[in-house]
Structure formats: C-alpha cells, structure tokens
C-alpha cells in the first residue's frame, strides 16, 4: 500500500512540475518584454524544478538522495530571485524598454546611469531637505 502511495506521489509532482515548466516556457514565448518574461522564468520553472526534484526524492527515497534534493531546492530558492534581479537590473540599466502599457516605471528619476547608484529614498547629509 504505501508503495503505491509513493508511486501516485512520485506523478503527481512530476506532472506539476511539468506544468510548471510549461507554464514557464510559455510565458517565456508569450509574455511582451524583457521583465514580464524574466518573472515567468524564474517563478515558474523554480516551482517546476522544485517539484520535480521532490518527486526524484520521494522516489529514490533514500536519506543521501534526500538530503541532496532538499539542498538542491534551497540552492534554487536563494539563487534564482537573485539570478532574475540580475538579469532585470541588467536589462533596466542597458535600456531594455518596458512594454508601452506598462503601467509603472518606478525606477525612473531614482537610477543615476553615470554611477550606477539607485537613491535609497532616504535623505543624505549632502542633501539639503534632510
């Protein structure tokens, strides 16, 4: 019983994980500039993989095997919103533009392109407001 219990577990994450991996392809293919696809990319293909990995996990079901997929997960959950800021700070400050019904760019005025410094909103104490 519980092995047949681990075999529905080991497909139901491998079939969400491949829906997740999908999703991400597809917004990839779909979505219309450089920041909404970045999101869908790194979102969802992080859910894709996670879920893969624990179906891997629950399959093999041993300890070594189970400790290395969980530093896998914990590996992609610290790297890839860092991985995906990367890539949006990179397109932002090489003047990828947004998509024209953008609603937002909150980053215009705050962003010195000759420095590379994003102001903080907080005052300095050369700025003579604060």
């Known amino acids: 019983m519980m092995a047949h219990l681990n075999d529905l577990l080991v497909c139901l994450f491998m079939l969400a994980g491949a829906i997740f991996c999908l999703i991400a392809s597809l917004g990839v293919f779909r979505m219309p500039d450089l920041y909404t696809r970045m999101q869908?990319?790194?979102?969802?293909?992080?859910?894709?993989?996670?879920?893969?990995?624990?179906?891997?996990?629950?399959?093999?079901?041993?300890?070594?095997?189970?400790?290395?997929?969980?530093?896998?997960i914990v590996f992609l959950f610290l790297t890839a919103p860092v991985a995906a800021h990367m890539v949006a700070r990179a397109g932002y400050i090489s003047n990828v533009p947004l998509w024209h019904r953008s609603v937002a760019d909150e980053l215009r005025g705050q962003y010195d392109a000759a420095t590379h410094e994003l102001a903080s909103g907080r005052p300095s104490a050369e700025d003579p407001r604060g």
């Open 40 to 72: 869908a990319a790194a979102k969802s293909s992080t859910l894709g993989v996670v879920c893969i990995i624990l179906s891997v996990a629950i399959h093999f079901g041993d300890a070594g095997v189970t400790t290395r997929a969980m530093l896998v």
